[in-house]
């Protein structure tokens, strides 16, 4: 079996995400690593938070903390929040660590012997009322692209365009509001990307099999104007990983931290280390370091040449992990793992605007969980995963798309069976009858059906895979609908008992094949049907038997319970584009 590494984008620890950060990275990744587990493959899922830059500095002033102790604070809100949502990561671990730190230090190090940093020296903002250099979203104005008066000095929330603080029009001051802002003289380090572009294009050139919507992107900053530009991995601010040369100093560079993006993307392989440094990896082998479990996912020469390392991001990250960070690993020469596949996602829009973290707009994942459990929120998000295109979150859709795939179909299927066996057998499966053309019919479907859905899910196809899961649960309404065992009771109740044995031998197979993307309906499913989780039906028919005559289940509670008009027009009124 193929060992598979998964991360997802960290995301910031600037408070609580929204549910487009949810499924442009996080939830997507989690669906794979659960789909992966069940085939029976070794999986590494790691996450982390992103705890340097300006976005951390901000936060902490405003909520009146110091930056360490807010971090702190932030990772285990987000680390609870996550595991609300069902995300199974092995480790969810922080930029800030020890472990990261000597890593960026070791990388930075290792590229500037190579020739791949350079010092320059650059006029930056600085403001003589705050005392201070004012980086990337220290800065806001308006946007020249777009005209958006509060564009920040990385990036226009508007028109997402890359930008510098000394691009903005009328900048700004977000610590002061102070207007009297001037360009002085800095040094700072840049990563000579340039030097790179040709063996970066050769390698996003041969990822045939990768998404669209990622290599276009990649190829956009290649290509585009002046091509692949040097890029600067400092900062002058407080809070991050000291700029030092491996273990040394670096002259010059006093009072400095390396650039978040520099930093986040290297937590990757720092959360493995973590991974293992919290006790939560395997043993070492005998005679082996515990530095050697870590590193045989991430070395090539350590034994990573049998990983497949596959990364989740929304397509604003797109740039720093086909760009920024295979030439942070290339140009390392070391053996370091590169990644394999990326799948990048668009945006998810909220009831005709933009989801936005910094300007508080839409459904935050602490709220969603207080108002409906995460399977709801799950299965609407992956079966709506804004994968070719943007999608957008209505109420209403959200609404029609659970009262109908998750009550109407896999619920009602589910409660309908074991309520009428109960009623006419009694809660055990029942014995009786054998299965006629219609019931080898149905297990035919359903193989099909199978083999679709797991070629759907190893193509990380997120959408495709959630469609076909619903079809899978519509074969079993269809059949029961189509045979009505109710009725044939009345005249042949043997022939009701196969019928009815094969409907509850569905629950299992629903179950095993729904965990990655409702895991906890699932395994209530499991539960009533008082199985341990099953292995994964590679034998369709075979796993169509799981349960045996004779054997006992429960009745479940309902599954998924409706959402009402009321609700609906509450919800929608609550969460009306400003957060409190």
């Known amino acids: 079996m193929t060992r598979?590494?998964?991360?997802?984008?960290?995301?910031?620890?600037?408070?609580?995400?929204?549910?487009?950060?949810?499924?442009?990275?996080?939830?997507?990744?989690?669906?794979?690593?659960?789909?992966?587990?069940?085939?029976?493959?070794?999986?590494?899922?790691?996450?982390?938070?992103?705890?340097?830059?300006?976005?951390?500095?901000?936060?902490?002033?405003?909520?009146?903390?110091?930056?360490?102790?807010?971090?702190?604070?932030?990772?285990?809100?987000?680390?609870?929040?996550?595991?609300?949502?069902?995300?199974?990561?092995?480790?969810?671990?922080?930029?800030?660590?020890?472990?990261?730190?000597?890593?960026?230090?070791?990388?930075?190090?290792?590229?500037?012997?190579?020739?791949?940093?350079?010092?320059?020296?650059?006029?930056?903002?600085?403001?003589?009322?705050?005392?201070?250099?004012?980086?990337?979203?220290?800065?806001?104005?308006?946007?020249?692209?777009?005209?958006?008066?509060?564009?920040?000095?990385?990036?226009?929330?508007?028109?997402?365009?890359?930008?510098?603080?000394?691009?903005?029009?009328?900048?700004?001051?977000?610590?002061?509001?102070?207007?009297?802002?001037?360009?002085?003289?800095?040094?700072?380090?840049?990563?000579?990307?340039s030097q790179m572009k040709d063996q970066l294009n050769d390698w996003i050139n041969a990822k045939v099999d990768w998404p669209v919507l990622t290599t276009s992107i990649a190829k956009k900053w290649l290509h585009d104007g002046d091509g692949l530009q040097d890029r600067g991995i400092t900062r002058d601010l407080n809070w991050g990983v000291p700029v030092k040369r491996g273990e040394a100093d670096w002259p010059g560079m006093e009072g400095k931290v390396f650039y978040v993006w520099f930093d986040a993307p290297i937590e990757y392989i720092a959360s493995a280390q973590e991974w293992v440094d919290a006790g939560k990896g395997p043993a070492p082998q005998p005679g082996a370091s515990r530095d050697s479990v870590w590193e045989s996912w991430w070395r090539t020469d350590k034994g990573a040449d049998d990983v497949r390392y596959t990364q989740f991001m929304g397509k604003d990250n797109v740039p720093f992990h086909t760009l920024s960070f295979p030439a942070t690993i290339m140009g390392s020469g070391e053996p370091w793992k590169l990644v394999d596949y990326i799948k990048s996602f668009n945006y998810l829009t909220y009831d005709g605007g933009q989801f936005s973290t910094s300007r508080g707009r839409g459904v935050f994942m602490d709220q969603a969980l207080e108002i409906l459990p995460a399977d709801y929120w799950r299965w609407w998000l992956l079966s709506h995963a804004p994968e070719t295109s943007d999608a957008e979150f209505t109420w209403e859709n959200f609404q029609a798309s659970v009262n109908k795939d998750l009550a109407d179909v896999l619920g009602n299927f589910v409660s309908r069976i074991t309520k009428f066996c109960r009623a006419k057998f009694g809660e055990t499966v029942p014995e009786a009858g054998e299965y006629g053309p219609e019931e080898e019919a149905l297990i035919a479907d359903i193989t099909a059906r199978v083999d679709r859905y797991q070629a759907q899910m190893d193509a990380v196809e997120v959408r495709k895979s959630a469609a076909e899961l619903r079809a899978i649960w519509a074969a079993g309404n269809e059949y029961l609908q189509a045979q009505a065992p109710w009725s044939v009771f009345k005249t042949d109740p043997d022939k009701a008992a196969a019928q009815v044995r094969l409907a509850l031998n569905l629950i299992p197979l629903y179950a095993t094949l729904s965990a990655p993307f409702i895991p906890d309906a699932a395994a209530r499913m499991l539960a009533a049907m008082r199985l341990e989780a099953p292995a994964w039906p590679d034998d369709v028919p075979a796993a169509l038997a799981a349960l045996p005559p004779g054997h006992a289940f429960d009745v479940p509670e309902v599954l998924f319970a409706k959402i009402t008009d009321e609700d609906r027009e509450s919800w929608a009124e609550r969460f009306a584009g400003k957060r409190d």
Do not use: W
């Open 4 to 193: 598979h590494l998964i991360t997802s984008a960290i995301p910031y620890i600037n408070g609580i995400k929204h549910l487009g950060n949810l499924v442009g990275s996080q939830l997507p990744a989690d669906l794979y690593a659960r789909y992966l587990r069940g085939r029976g493959h070794e999986v590494l899922f790691l996450c982390a938070t992103d705890e340097h830059g300006t976005p951390a500095e901000l936060a902490a002033a405003k909520a009146g903390k110091p930056v360490a102790e807010y971090c702190a604070e932030m990772h285990q809100v987000q680390a609870r929040i996550a595991e609300g949502f069902g995300l199974s990561f092995d480790h969810f671990g922080r930029s800030s660590s020890p472990q990261n730190r000597v890593l960026t230090q070791h990388f930075a190090g290792v590229l500037a012997d190579r020739g791949l940093i350079e010092e320059v020296s650059q006029e930056q903002i600085y403001s003589p009322t705050d005392g201070r250099f004012l980086p990337d979203r220290y800065v806001e104005g308006t946007c020249p692209n777009c005209g958006f008066e509060d564009a920040r000095g990385d990036q226009c929330d508007n028109c997402t365009k890359q930008l510098d603080p000394a691009d903005l029009i009328n900048p700004r001051s977000t610590i002061s509001g102070a207007t009297d802002l001037e360009m002085r003289e800095t040094k700072h380090l840049m990563l000579r990307q």
